[in-house]
């Protein structure tokens, strides 16, 4: 079992940077491949960006490519994930994803989530 907490969500506006972190309850942190997720009212879980195990692998979803970055300190077990250049389409709430392979960016390959945060952005 891991455990997932994430933080750092909030309201900001358009143009600016929030960075969510997420910690991990076990210490062998670095055998899980990392991943946040987003989910806007009435709309699916949207992957956003991944992170393998070592952290030497990331990838970032079409829709935040070069604002998003994500990353992880597997000493801390945690992920942070950076947002910059914000627009009101990234409100949602965010999740983190733990999940047991080298590296994933499907929802259904994570096994385990945190409780989500929420980030809103106003226009």
């Known amino acids: 079992q891991v455990q997932l907490v994430e933080s750092g969500g909030g309201l900001v506006q358009a143009g600016d940077s929030l960075r969510l972190s997420c910690a991990a309850s076990?210490?062998?942190?670095?055998?899980?491949?990392m991943g946040w997720f987003r989910q806007a009212p009435g709309k699916e879980r949207e992957w956003v960006a991944a992170i393998s195990r070592s952290g030497g692998s990331n990838g970032d979803a079409d829709s935040v490519v070069g604002r998003y970055t994500i990353s992880r300190d597997n000493a801390k077990n945690t992920q942070d994930l950076q947002m910059n250049s914000m627009n009101p389409e990234d409100a949602a709430v965010y999740y983190c994803?733990?999940?047991?392979?080298?590296?994933?960016?499907?929802?259904?390959?994570?096994?385990?989530w945190g409780q989500g945060t929420q980030v809103t952005v106003s226009s």
């Open positions: 076990r210490r062998t942190f670095n055998t899980y491949a």
């Open positions: 994803a733990a999940t047991g392979s080298y590296y994933a960016v499907r929802g259904n390959d994570y096994n385990y």
